[in-house]
C-alpha cells in the first residue's frame, strides 16, 4: 500500500513540469486521487483531483495552467503543469481518498529565475 511521487524539480517562470504519483492497485481503486501543496507555515492545498470515473476537479489558481489525469493501466496519477508562477513553488503531494485517506511523500516545485 504505497504511494511514490515524482517530477518535482526547479523550473523558470512560464516553464512546464509534469508530476507523476504511482499507486499501489489498492489506492489506485479510491474514488478519488489527488495533488496538493504546501509551503512552510500554511495549510496544505488541494490543486486537483480526479475520481475514478475521469472527472476533474481544480484550484482556482492553477485552472487553465495544470491538467491532472490518470493511466489505469500503469495505476498512476499524473499532474502537467504548464506556465508555472513563482507562487506555485511548495511540495507537492499524491492523495489516494482510499480508506482514511494516503499521504504520498512531498515532492518539491521551485518556480525561480
Known amino acids: 500500500v504505497q504511494l511514490q511521487a515524482s517530477g518535482g524539480g526547479l523550473v523558470q517562470p512560464g516553464g512546464s513540469l509534469r508530476l507523476s504519483c504511482a499507486a499501489s492497485r489498492t489506492l489506485f481503486s479510491a474514488s478519488f486521487m489527488g495533488w496538493y501543496r504546501q509551503t512552510p507555515g500554511k495549510q496544505r492545498d488541494m490543486v486537483a483531483t480526479v475520481t475514478s470515473r475521469g472527472i476533474t476537479d481544480y484550484a482556482a489558481s492553477v485552472k487553465g495552467r495544470f491538467t491532472v489525469s490518470r493511466d489505469n493501466a500503469k495505476n498512476t496519477v499524473y499532474l502537467q503543469m504548464n506556465s508555472l508562477r513563482p507562487e506555485d513553488t511548495a511540495n507537492y503531494y499524491c492523495?489516494?481518498?482510499?480508506?482514511?485517506?494516503?499521504w504520498g511523500q512531498g515532492t518539491q516545485v521551485t518556480v525561480s529565475s
Open positions: 492523495y489516494s481518498s482510499y480508506g482514511l485517506g494516503y
